[in-house]
């Protein structure tokens, strides 16, 4: 099942620009939706939102850091790339998806998730890189998860949707294509 109707806008393996001279490979798919769209779960599992906050581009976590009882492999994903995300551990804990673009409001809020949570990069104070995210929720195949959106590196409202073996980040040639889903 895929996440939501819409269209592919962006393929797989498709070369992207970035900010830094080169290119680098589009390990997800992007699909055009409305803005506020329902994003469903394509699969039974684990839910959660996810938002990163950074000052500056580059900062990374300094540590790898635990979130929702488990080291996060994707915490590096922040709010001025990815928006908000929506992480999913399938059922089976075989997948990871990861969808971005979502804007925090739409996913920090009570008729999805209950309950907001708070984490602080612990070796410089101040809020040098901090999050909020979501205690789990399980879910069924189907069941709304979140909302398109159109923040971080976006140029119009879509998901970028990705997909990782277990519950480890991956690189794009290691990934799952999500056009197999579609």
Not at 136 to 165: C, D, F, Q
Not at 167 to 173: A, D, H, I, P, Y
Request: some cysteine; charged content about 20%.
């Amino acid at each position: 099942m895929i996440p939501v109707e819409g269209r592919i806008s962006s393929s797989f393996f498709e070369p992207r620009p970035m900010s830094n001279p080169g290119a680098h490979i589009h390990g997800a798919i992007d699909i055009g939706a409305s803005q506020g769209a329902s994003i469903v779960a394509p699969e039974a599992g684990v839910a959660f939102a996810w938002c990163a906050f950074r000052p500056e581009e580059g900062l990374v976590w300094p540590s790898p850091i635990s979130v929702n009882g488990a080291r996060m492999p994707f915490s590096n994903y922040f709010n001025d790339m990815y928006g908000s995300i929506i992480v999913l551990r399938s059922k089976d804990d075989h997948r990871t998806h990861v969808i971005a673009h979502s804007f925090p409001n739409q996913l920090f809020n009570t008729r999805i998730y209950q309950g907001i949570q708070y984490i602080e990069e612990q070796q410089v104070k101040r809020f040098p890189i901090h999050a909020n995210y979501t205690p789990p929720l399980a879910v069924k195949r189907g069941e709304m998860i979140g909302y398109v959106g159109n923040a971080g590196y976006s140029t119009g409202p879509h998901i970028h949707w990705e997909i990782h073996h277990g519950w480890k980040w991956e690189r794009w040639e290691e990934r799952i294509n999500p056009e197999g889903w579609t």
